[in-house]
């Protein structure tokens, strides 16, 4: 079950956690204003409403994950976002991401391998609020090509190499930004795509994710 309501308590948890990720070093003050707007609660199961605000990820159906919140910042800081960017995003999982960068102003394209989690998206309502965010159920490493090129790329599961067909999908001069597998932790990459196709990386920190997985799950 989940509640929709945003109470005192929430907010005042909420605005701890942003002087927390302020004191970690995120310092994009449009990541941080709309993750304050964003009532992280919505996002789960009201069993977890007490302890939403935490800095933590917390399993979502389907044996997967909502992002942990620094996670979410370090990942949107790191993309740049402009108001009407286009957003490709692999892994919609809890949509709480997702809704970050549709907050944020962006045109979000967000891609789902496990049905159950896709099919969540019809009956949740607070996405209605935000009417440029695009749902498909399909396997990320394809991306989207009729959509495509797209101004950023977000990769929100642990990635086994870089994907050619999503630097495909990029277009000249944008980012990706990708957890890529070293064993058992993943470094966070920013790829920066060249006129000529290839593309720049800069390395930085190390992060968890669950797997990204190829071909799509019922
Ligand atoms: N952004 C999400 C993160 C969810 S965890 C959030 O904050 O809630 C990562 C998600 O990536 C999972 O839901 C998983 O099912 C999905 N995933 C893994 N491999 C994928 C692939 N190849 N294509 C699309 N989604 C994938």
């Known amino acids: 079950m ?6 005192n308590t929430h907010k005042g948890l909420r605005n701890q956690l942003i002087k927390l990720l302020r004191e970690k070093g995120i310092t994009d003050e449009n990541v941080l204003e709309a993750m304050t707007t964003i009532p992280r609660h919505f996002f789960l199961d009201s069993a977890f409403d007490h302890i939403a605000y935490e800095d933590r990820a917390f399993p979502i159906a389907a044996d997967q994950t909502i992002s ?17 960017d286009k957003v490709l995003e692999i892994g919609t999982g809890s949509i709480y991401q997702t809704t970050i960068l549709a907050e944020m102003g ?7 391998r496990q049905k159950k ?3 969540e998206q019809k009956n ?9 965010i695009k749902f498909f159920y399909g396997d ?19 990635a086994p190499f870089i994907p050619p067909k999503l630097v495909e999908q990029l277009k000249t001069g944008g980012f990706m930004v990708i957890p890529v ?7 966070m990459m920013r790829l920066t795509k060249q006129a000529d196709g290839s593309f720049t990386q800069q390395m930085f920190d190390q992060f968890s994710f669950v797997p990204m997985l190829t071909g799509k799950n019922q």
């Open 117 to 119: 989690l896709f099919e």
């Open 106 to 112: 962006a045109w979000v394209y967000t891609i789902e």
């Open 140 to 158: 990320g490493f394809e991306g989207l090509k009729t959509y495509a090129p797209f101004d950023k790329i977000i990769i929100t599961a642990a």
């Open 124 to 132: 949740y309502y607070f996405k209605r609020k935000y009417h440029n």
């Open 68 to 84: 942990q919140p620094y996670t979410v910042a370090y990942q949107t800081q790191l993309l740049e976002i402009k108001k009407s």
């Open 2 to 7: 989940r509640t929709f309501e945003d109470r």
């Open 181 to 187: 597998d070293e064993g058992d932790a993943q470094r």
